[in-house]
């Protein structure tokens, strides 16, 4: 059974974390995206100073590395909060792949991996990268077509492959690389935590997107010729990468649905006062059954998105890692899809003012649209559902 009450603690959190987001952020976010563009960080440093000042900076982490120890459903109640603006998660240094990737290391890095990079990328010192997916006809949605290759010399490994879509991957100060070790086809992958500075390590550029760059938003094409790293830099063991991306992606597709949460919120919110105030063929637009039509299809959608999200949170915080994979699944289809759904019913409720960029909507939805892609495709989130539900391995009514 799900308990919806957050408690007296998550509740205030929460609430300083919505006060934090519309004093502080908000009012800087459209200064923080026009610095980016010139790579400066000065307005996002002042904020993580802010947040970190008001104990709200990294909660997700554990309390020795300066965190709160929030677990999974904590993150929920706070991430949907921060996901209320394009740069809000990167304020209090919660943003992907960095914390995806501060997490895995917290659970299987060797000690000078975590000296060397953990400790640096919690401070904000730096920034990471996933370097999983590859050109065709290497790994995309099917991780057996891995190509990047690592091979045992002396006391450590010699990575050679071609990568693209490491977000990130141009400014990171480090990689989490997967490579294949062997042909076992489901121990034949092994991460390592390798330096984007490196000897070999070529950032090939950065892909032009749908989406404007922002933050560590940024798709890097990387090549690895003959890259050295010692034994250390494995995580969690050889064979193990199969295994560790995906107990890293259950949890980050569920911290995207947070966030993407929040966002679909604002946006829907940011419809009503035009939609009470404009009037058309005699009456508020508010009024016209039609609108209110995608208005409940958007209220509707996002508190089942909540739902859904909050269920496998759940599971996860009892330990349910392998049964929450359908339900992961799940949420992370349909809130993605929902995020581009009120994004373009805003886009279309607001008529031209909602496809100006007077507006934020636009620039939001070319951002959205990644989240049908990023992390398996709606399609293989499917075809997992349905092969569970013929396995009588998930249920619908819980």
């Known amino acids: 059974m799900i308990d919806f009450d957050l408690g007296p603690e998550l509740t205030t959190l929460r609430d300083q974390v919505r006060r934090f987001m519309d004093d502080e952020v908000l009012p800087v976010e459209a200064r923080v995206v026009e610095e980016d563009r010139a790579k400066d960080r000065t ?82 010192e730096i920034t990471s990268g996933f370097s999983m997916t590859e050109p065709a006809p290497g790994a995309g949605s099917d991780p057996g077509n891995l190509r990047t290759t690592a091979r045992r010399e002396g006391d450590g490994w010699v990575l050679d492959g071609h990568k693209w879509f490491t977000t990130g991957g141009g400014d990171a100060a480090f990689l989490i690389v997967m490579a294949r070790t062997s042909d076992d086809p489901r121990m034949g992958a092994t991460l390592f935590a390798v330096d984007r500075h490196a000897e070999g390590v070529e950032h090939v550029r950065d892909v032009p997107v749908m989406a404007p760059s922002l933050l560590a938003h940024r798709e890097a094409e990387i090549k690895y010729h003959g890259v050295r790293v010692s034994a250390a830099a494995v995580l969690g063991g050889e064979g193990q990468g199969f295994r560790l991306a995906q107990a890293r992606l259950v949890p980050a597709r569920l911290t995207h649905c947070m966030r993407w949460l929040g966002l679909a919120d604002r946006a829907l919110e940011m419809c009503k006062p035009y939609l009470l105030a404009r009037t058309s063929f005699g009456k508020e637009l508010a009024r016209h059954q039609l609108v209110q039509k995608m208005i409940f299809d958007n209220v509707a959608g996002l508190h089942a998105g909540n739902l859904m999200t909050l269920h496998c949170a759940s599971m996860l915080e009892k330990g349910l890692d392998k049964e929450a994979r359908p339900y992961s699944s799940m949420a992370k289809t349909h809130v993605a899809r929902l995020l581009c759904k009120v994004l373009d019913d805003a886009i279309q409720l607001h008529g031209a003012l909602g496809f100006s960029e007077d507006m934020p909507f636009s620039t939001w939805y070319r951002g959205a649209r990644a989240a049908r892609i990023a992390d398996g495709p709606d399609e293989v989130h499917e075809v997992t559902v349905a092969r569970d539900f013929f396995r009588g391995t998930v249920k619908t009514l819980v």
């Open 43 to 124: 307005t996002l440093r002042a904020l993580r100073a802010k947040a970190r000042a008001a104990g709200l900076y990294t909660p997700h982490l554990p309390a020795d590395l300066g965190g709160l120890g929030l677990g999974i459903m904590g993150m929920c109640a706070l991430f949907r909060e921060m996901g209320r603006s394009m740069v809000g998660a990167a304020a209090f240094n919660c943003d992907a792949p960095d914390q995806g990737n501060m997490d895995l290391l917290i659970r299987v890095a060797s000690p000078e991996v975590r000296e060397r990079w953990l400790v640096p990328l919690v401070n904000g």
